[in-house]
T-cell receptor, first 114, second 110 residues
Framework: DGGITQSPKYLFRKEGQNVTLSCEQN?????MYWYRQDPGQGLRLIYY???????QKGDIAEGYSVSREKKESFPLTVTSAQKNPTAFYLC?????????????FGPGTRLTVL | LAKTTQPISMDSYEGQEVNITCSHN???????ITWYQQFPSQGPRFIIQ???TKVTNEVASLFIPADRKSSTLSLPRVSLSDTAVYYC???????????FGKGTRLSVIA
């Protein structure tokens, strides 16, 4: 089955620790995205990448870092510099064949800072 | 980026047709209109996309007037399982990523 996977589903972190969220896709999509969603809010873009070894900051990139060494993988690191990291994190991918507008989302990772 | 405006919430009874209208007054020539559906604790799911006139698929219809300054998502005969948040997005999809607003929270009542 083709799809996009995220792990772990739930993650707990102590203040001051960095943590990395995994995102993998086997859809052969060119572009990948990371979003953050807070309760009752829409999605906010953290980073996106349209090609391997290249990525751009979204609206709320501060305190986060990403890498895109492989087409299938786009991990997100939440650093200790992120002041309020508790949120629901969603990864997505899309293909240039659909003008990038049809994004496929993973199941999400819920991060809680203790 | 073209800004969109849509109602914060809507209620409907089962079996009714639901129309959610989105306003996008400054839509650009190259922009497409895309709608997503999101259930609690899940990622959004693509529903439909259009450029002008009417688009229909197995899930919904999208009506776009000639001036493209608004669009209407139509869900026929909704059921309880259609209770979700619906997002309207406008983007050319080439150089700019999608921007998700707060969406419209649809509640379907038995």
């Amino acid at each position: 089955d083709g799809g996009i996977t995220q792990s772990p589903k739930y993650l707990f972190r102590k203040e001051g620790q960095n943590v990395t969220l995994s995102c993998e896709q086997n859809l052969n999509h060119d572009a990948m995205y990371w979003y953050r969603q807070d309760p009752g809010q829409g999605l906010r873009l953290i980073y996106y990448s349209q090609i391997v070894n290249d990525f751009q900051k979204g609206d709320i990139a501060e305190g986060y870092s990403v890498s895109r060494e492989k087409k299938e993988s786009f991990p997100l690191t939440v650093t200790s510099a992120q002041k309020n990291p508790t949120a629901f994190y969603l990864c997505a991918s899309s293909s240039r064949d659909r003008y990038y507008n049809e994004q496929f989302f993973g199941p999400g990772t819920r991060l809680t800072v203790l | 980026l073209a800004k969109t405006t849509q109602p914060i919430s809507m209620d409907s009874y089962e079996g009714q047709e639901v129309n959610i209208t989105c306003s996008h007054n400054n839509i650009a020539t190259n922009d497409y209109i895309t709608w997503y559906q999101q259930f609690p604790s899940q990622g959004p799911r693509f529903i439909i996309q259009g450029y002008k006139t009417k688009v229909t698929n197995e899930v919904a219809s999208l009506f776009i007037p000639a001036d493209r300054k608004s669009s209407t998502l139509s869900l026929p005969r909704v059921s309880l399982s259609d209770t979700a948040v619906y997002y309207c997005l406008v983007a050319d999809g080439r150089n700019t990523p999608l921007v998700f607003g707060k969406g419209t929270r649809l509640s379907v009542i038995a």
